[in-house]
């Protein structure tokens, strides 16, 4: 079993957010840098002792202030600031007066309402346009496979970009809206392959690269470029849930 546990520390005099996982399956301690700004995940197999995982971390905080000052800053969902589309960069606008909640055009994004709000309305815009793709993309290669999933649904995961339960259902990263339509294409052929192989066998790939024709572009992009996609931020929505979770 995976026993998880949350630290906040700091290095360099700034915090960072710790996730130890505790697995059998891991054979040695590793620290792995998250796409989530400003969090690692300490490794740790079951049979070693905690104080010695804290001491690996502590032996290599060099290598992570270097990596974390390597990783993109931060980009906030305010007017102004430009995010990515379906992998085309977009520029947000304020649109107090307009009716209707949020339209693109032209290279921009215009949301209406209040400014306080723009970044919980454009954020929520994007769940929806990326649960109305990726729900297109999941049917249409399932189809393909002879299969039907059951729920399709899009959250915001640290790690993966999708999963398939053994029910069927499918959940996927709603930032994959962000990335070029290839890339949520590819993740959705991926997962919709799996209602018919649960493994990664020549044959699951057989299934995906039937539907899609350079499986290796689209690994390689979310391998280099995947992370990048957790940099944009609804920073009200995470200093609201900050102060949730204080209390609790």
């Known amino acids: 079993m ?30 792995r840098i998250d796409p989530e700004p400003g969090s690692v995940t300490l490794v740790v197999p079951n049979h070693c002792a905690s104080g010695l995982a804290w001491e690996f971390f502590d032996s290599h905080r060099g290598w992570i202030a270097k990596r974390l000052a390597d990783q993109p800053p931060l980009v906030t969902l305010r007017a102004g ?21 949020v339209d693109r055009r032209d290279g921009q994004i215009h949301v209406s309402g209040e400014a306080a709000h723009l970044g919980r309305r454009l954020e929520d815009w994007l769940k929806k346009e990326a649960r109305k793709a990726l729900h297109i993309a999941a049917t249409s290669h399932a189809s393909a496979f002879g299969k039907r999933p059951g729920r399709i649904t899009v ?3 640290k790690t993966r ?17 962000l990335a070029p339509t290839e890339i949520l294409d590819y993740v959705a052929a991926h997962e919709a392959a799996h209602l018919v192989e649960m493994n990664h066998s020549p044959a699951f790939w057989r299934l995906v690269r039937s539907r899609i024709s350079d499986t290796d572009a689209a690994d390689r992009w ?16 995470q200093a609201a849930c900050g102060r949730q979770t204080g209390k609790a």
């Open 2 to 31: 995976v026993q998880l546990s949350r630290h906040h520390v700091e290095i360099n005099g700034s915090p960072l957010h710790v996730t130890l996982r505790r697995t059998p399956r891991a054979r040695r301690v590793q620290i």
């Open 81 to 101: 600031a430009e995010i990515p589309f379906a992998g085309q960069p977009h520029i947000i606008r304020h649109a107090p007066d307009m009716r209707g909640v």
């Open 155 to 157: 959250r915001d995961p």
């Open 161 to 177: 970009w999708g999963a398939c339960t053994a029910a069927g259902n499918l959940s996927f990263s709603w930032r994959l809206i």
């Open 222 to 237: 979310l391998r280099e470029q995947g992370a990048g996609l957790h940099r944009y931020r609804n920073v009200a929505r």
